[in-house]
């Protein structure tokens, strides 16, 4: 079970529009974090890429900038 409550078993696996969708970007944003392997995605088949919900909400905590102390 994740910190949300929510288990791997009923994870939602997202297409790239949707990712796109969930940052406010582009899809060929999305697609050159794949491409650069910045972000953690699931690859089905020849060219199918999935990011799981689960993954992407922690890929994105894991991205917050801390404010200076001062």
């Known amino acids: 079970m994740t910190s949300n409550g929510r288990t791997a078993a009923n994870d939602v696996l997202l297409d790239i529009p949707s ?36 993954e992407l909400e922690k890929w994105i905590n894991d991205q917050r900038v801390n404010r200076a102390l001062r």
């Open 19 to 54: 990712v796109a969708e969930r940052l406010g970007c582009s899809t060929r944003y999305v697609r050159r974090l794949v491409l650069e392997r910045r972000i953690p995605f699931v690859k089905l088949g020849g060219s199918k890429v999935r990011i799981s919900a689960i």
